[in-house]
């Protein structure tokens, strides 16, 4: 989705942090997510936050966002070879139809290195 | 059982065949999505039915129909296929904005 910016690869080696990076384009989000794809599979919902927050953090899984800026991040602490795989930025914006849908970016590919 | 349940998982078809997917789900959701995956460009938004009575185009419509059978049904039908519509395909449900989606886990179509 054009509205949703992502890097497209990330390489990193396991035990190291990784922080995916993402800008948006809609003021009006109220919600951000981040998905997780693996080979062969659909998208997992990894985490979100509201668009009042600053920070989440759920476990190893940090989750920042800058709304001035328009860009969100996910860092990943201790990452390991099992967090190999797609990450996807998702906003939720309101459509010409003017109901809520979400929009995703185009993924990022992260490789951990052993 | 999975929550989405998407129908074949893998399909070769001809150009100018028309093609059915198929997307059942037991989350109870009143929403549900159909995306298109190609590589490099994320998901693009195809339809999305709020309710059974409720459909609405997404980004990339055209060349695509949808139906809405029932509350846990929502099938996608390509009434002439291409070889551009070659992706993978997902279905989502969703209850409300906050929860996210949830995904199937994709139809892989190949237009010959």
């Known amino acids: 989705g054009e509205d949703v910016e992502q890097s497209l690869f990330l390489s990193v080696r396991e035990g190291d942090s990784s922080v995916i990076n993402c800008t948006y384009t809609?003021?009006?989000?109220?919600?951000l997510y981040w998905y997780k794809q693996e080979p062969g599979a659909g998208l997992q919902l990894l985490t979100y936050?509201?668009?009042?927050?600053d920070m989440k953090q759920d476990q190893r899984l940090t989750v920042l966002l800058n709304k001035k800026d328009k860009h969100l991040s996910l860092r990943i602490a201790d990452t390991q070879t099992g967090d190999s795989a797609i990450y996807f930025c998702?906003?939720?914006?309101?459509?010409?139809?003017?109901?809520?849908?979400?929009?995703f970016g185009s993924g990022t590919r992260l490789q951990v290195q052993p | 059982d999975a929550d989405v349940t998407q129908t074949p998982r893998n399909r070769i078809t001809k150009t100018g065949k028309r093609i059915m997917l198929e997307c059942s789900q037991t989350?109870?959701?009143?929403?549900m999505y159909w995306y298109r995956q190609d590589p490099g460009l994320g998901l693009q938004l195809i339809y999305y039915?709020?309710?059974?009575?409720?459909?609405n185009k997404g980004e990339i419509s055209d060349g695509y129909s949808v139906s809405r059978q029932a509350q846990a049904k929502f099938s996608l039908s390509l009434e002439s296929a291409i070889p551009n519509q070659t992706a993978l395909y997902f279905c989502a449900t969703s209850d409300n904005q906050a929860g996210g989606y949830t995904f199937g886990s994709g139809t892989r179509l190949t237009v010959v």
């Open positions: 809609d003021s009006s989000s109220t919600y």
């Open positions: 039915s709020f309710d059974v009575k409720d459909i």
């Open positions: 998702a906003e939720s914006i309101i459509a010409d139809t003017g109901r809520r849908a979400l929009t």
């Open positions: 989350k109870g959701h009143d929403r």
């Open positions: 936050i509201f668009s009042n927050m």
